[in-house]
């Protein structure tokens, strides 16, 4: 019997972030391995033209859920979905649904967050730092709460080489910027930023630093844990193999390299491609609650959900990887013949974006345009280009994540628990899991035929010429 299966059965569960990437699968796999919990509580916002019931049905009628469907016929009725945004005061909750909220909750998820790195300072501190607070304020009223899983990233401490499972000062007190939000302006908030900043990349990595520190100061007498998984990808084996619903990291860049839009960069070939799958990132915060709640650790434990320290790869192996799975399958209606070159010198990156990023596009636009159709491809390159510009400062690097905390867990678990709830990395086959990626991309994401490939090899041959150009 698998212990953490059982502890879930008869919990109430209350998931942020429910909606979004994480939150899916950490649904799916609770639902799956635990179908007599009591109830999970979503925190959804309402969104245009869509009630919750209709986003809880989009959600529980995809793919994903076809296993758990058969597992849980009730899944309708244990999933219960609240009106709540949190960016609003009290989240703008009912005062019925908080009071159900606070009188019956036993574990909280927190997954929600902003995630875009180009966020307005205002807005990602507002989401990853002040509603983390009020969820934090929200807990401390909950009498039957057990454990508090809050989920940042590896990334909040980027400015760092070595990490550790700790959490590192920001230079301004969170509860200080907070405060400031206030009554700065936009102006002023914009001519801060940087400043504030300092060596963080990006408006995300420093709110999410900023949002550990919350959490460290506002814990009380919670049981508190926070997760910090690296670059999140597609599924690796639960409940099946590939699957993935969005462009964020990684998956972007596939879906460009693969339609022939994107094939060069700037990247580190021998940088640490510290990837790791969704379904491994669940399965160890749902070990993480189980832990938190029943062990009731004297501080705050923090894991890394990395892949670097333990199975490396390389951006170099994984590029390759992707291109020759491009081989097999390739993706539909491409652009131009896939092909990739990583490089890190500033130069050849400009010379390859001119010659062969910007001139292609600006070429088929004219073509476009000669044929009475409206020109789209500079704007999609540009702002492909755009993206690619944000993610370089994670390709040109590597970082070291130690891992005791989640090695140690690993060790409490039984034999049937690290098999249910396995989150270890070493056992991942890189080149298997990467074309399973591709796949992935192109099925769940792209939505594209499998019984089409014979027609995209046959596009991908049309437009062979085109291969020697650069
Ligand atoms: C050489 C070839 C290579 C070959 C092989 C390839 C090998 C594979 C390896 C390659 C290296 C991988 C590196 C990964 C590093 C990840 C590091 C993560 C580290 C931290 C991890 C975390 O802890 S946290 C999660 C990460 N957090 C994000 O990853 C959000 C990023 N993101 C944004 O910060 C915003 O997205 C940003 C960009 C501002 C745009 O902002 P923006 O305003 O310009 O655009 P929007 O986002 O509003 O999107 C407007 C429309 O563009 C569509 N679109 C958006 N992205 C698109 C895209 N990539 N490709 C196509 N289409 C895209 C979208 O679907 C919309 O479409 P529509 O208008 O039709 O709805
Ligand atoms: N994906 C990754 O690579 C990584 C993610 N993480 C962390 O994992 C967590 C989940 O990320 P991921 O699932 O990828 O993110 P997504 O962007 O896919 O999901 C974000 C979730 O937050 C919700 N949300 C955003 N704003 C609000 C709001 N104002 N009120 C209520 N809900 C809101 C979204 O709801 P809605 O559907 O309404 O937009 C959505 O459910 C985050 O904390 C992130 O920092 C950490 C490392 C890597």
Same mark, same amino acid.
């Given at each position: 019997?698998?212990? &953490? ?9 209350l ?15 609770l639902? !799956? ?8 509580y979503?925190l959804v !916002?309402p969104?245009?033209?869509?009630t ?7 959600i529980?009628?995809?793919? =994903?859920? @076809?296993?758990?469907r058969e597992?849980c /016929?009730?899944? *309708?009725?244990? &999933? ?14 009912s ?6 909220l ?7 998820? *927190?997954?929600?967050?902003?995630v !875009?790195?180009?966020?307005?300072l ?5 989401l990853?730092?002040t509603?983390t ?9 909950m009498?039957?709460?057990e454990?508090?899983?809050?989920? +940042? ?5 980027c400015?760092?080489? *070595?990490?550790? @499972?700790?959490?590192?000062p ?7 910027i ?19 900043m ?7 990595t ?5 949002g550990?520190?919350v959490?460290q ?21 639960e409940?099946?193999?590939g699957?993935v ?12 390299a ?9 990247? +580190? ?7 790791? /799958?969704?379904?491994?990132? &669940? ?21 890394h959900?990395? +892949?670097?320290?333990?199975n ?7 590029g ?6 491009? @081989? ?14 990583f490089?890190?010198?500033?130069i050849t990156? *400009?010379?390859?974006?001119?010659v +062969? ?15 009475g !159709? ?13 993206t ?11 970082? @070291?994540w ?6 140690? =867990?690993m060790s ?11 989150f ?47």
């Amino acid at each position: 019997m698998s212990m &953490i299966a059982a502890f879930y059965g008869g919990k109430s569960i209350l998931i942020t972030g429910a909606t979004g990437f994480l939150g899916k699968v950490l649904i799916e796999k609770l639902c !799956r391995t635990s179908p007599d919990l009591k109830v999970i509580y979503i925190l959804v !916002r309402p969104k245009a033209g869509h009630t919750l019931q209709q986003r809880v049905s989009q959600i529980i009628n995809t793919k =994903l859920f @076809e296993k758990v469907r058969e597992v849980c /016929p009730n899944l *309708h009725e244990k &999933i219960r979905a609240i009106s709540a945004d949190l960016n609003q005061n009290d989240f703008a909750i009912s005062k019925e649904d908080m009071q159900e909220l606070l009188s019956c909750t036993n574990i909280i998820f *927190h997954c929600a967050a902003t995630v !875009r790195f180009d966020d307005h300072l205002r807005h990602a501190v507002q989401l990853n730092v002040t509603a983390t607070q009020q969820l934090l304020f929200m807990a401390s009223q909950m009498p039957k709460l057990e454990a508090f899983i809050h989920i +940042s990233t590896a990334f909040s401490n980027c400015n760092l080489k *070595h990490i550790d @499972e700790v959490i590192y000062p920001c230079s301004v007190e969170p509860k200080k910027i907070i405060d400031s939000m206030e009554w700065w302006d936009d102006a002023i908030v914009d001519e801060i930023a940087p400043k504030l900043m300092g060596d963080w990349p990006n408006t995300y990595t420093y709110t999410k630093a900023l949002g550990e520190m919350v959490v460290q100061q506002e814990s009380g007498n919670l049981n508190i844990a926070i997760i910090r998984p690296s670059i999140v990808g597609a599924t690796w084996q639960e409940p099946f193999p590939g699957w993935v619903d969005n462009l964020n990291g990684p998956n972007g860049m596939i879906v460009a390299a693969g339609r022939g839009f994107l094939r060069a960069i700037r990247a +580190s070939p021998l940088a640490v491609a510290d990837l790791i /799958p969704v379904d491994t990132v &669940i399965n160890l915060t749902l070990a993480v609650g189980w832990y938190t709640a029943v062990h009731r650790p004297k501080s705050t434990l923090i894991y890394h959900c990395t +892949s670097g320290n333990l199975n490396p790869c390389n951006w170099g192996k994984m590029g390759c990887q992707v291109l020759s799975t491009f @081989e097999k399958i390739p993706f539909e209606k491409a652009f131009r013949r896939p092909h990739a070159d990583f490089t890190a010198n500033t130069i050849t990156v *400009h010379y390859w974006n001119a010659v +062969s990023h910007r001139a292609p596009a600006m070429i088929y636009d004219i073509y476009l345009w000669l044929t009475g !159709r409206k020109p789209r491809m500079t704007k999609l390159m540009n702002r492909l280009l755009r993206t690619i510009s944000m993610l370089e400062y994670f390709i040109n690097r590597s970082w @070291e994540w130690s891992t005791y905390n989640t090695e140690m =867990l690993m060790s409490e678990l039984s034999p049937e628990d690290q098999r249910i709830f396995n989150f270890d990395v070493r056992q991942l086959n890189w080149l298997e899991y990467i074309e399973n990626y591709v796949l992935g991309v192109k099925k769940y994401l792209l939505k594209e035929d499998m019984a089409g490939i014979p027609e995209a090899k046959q596009h991908l041959r049309r437009s062979f010429p085109v291969y020697y150009a650069p």
